[in-house]
């Protein structure tokens, strides 16, 4: 064995050694890759079903909201109608009222002028 053939046996043992330290991590990004492919899969698993009850629970509120606007609806009319009445009854019997309100006015006024009432006005 000559000194190039020891220079080449080192140098294979170095190389091998070298090829073993880089081996090491690589295993263990492996293991880490394979860690989180696995933690990738079980949130997919448990977010699915998820989205799938927000799904359905979003189409049942649109449902709901959806009656909620006939409602709404309905109330919107049902206050125009009674605010229609409010002026018809306001502008049939509002004049007459007044007119009856002041005469009775007028009559207890001329009624208390009269010394029957304790209270005079000069």
Do not use: C, W, Y
């Not at 007044?98 to 009559?107: G, Q």
């Amino acid at each position: 064995m000559n000194l190039g053939d020891v220079a080449g046996l080192v140098a294979a043992i170095a190389f091998v050694l070298l090829v073993g330290a880089l081996a090491v991590p690589l295993v263990k990004l492996g293991r880490v890759l394979d860690e989180a492919r696995e933690s990738l899969k079980q949130v997919t698993e448990h977010t699915l079903p998820v989205i799938d009850e927000a799904a359905v629970t979003i189409t049942t509120t649109n449902g709901q909201l959806a009656k909620v606007d006939t409602v709404t609806t309905a109330a919107a009319e049902t206050s125009q109608n009674v605010s229609a009445l409010t002026s018809l009854v306001t502008a049939t019997l509002g004049a007459p009222l007044i007119k009856v309100a002041a005469f009775s006015l007028a009559v207890r006024g001329l009624f208390s002028r009269d010394g029957s009432s304790k209270d005079e006005r000069p």
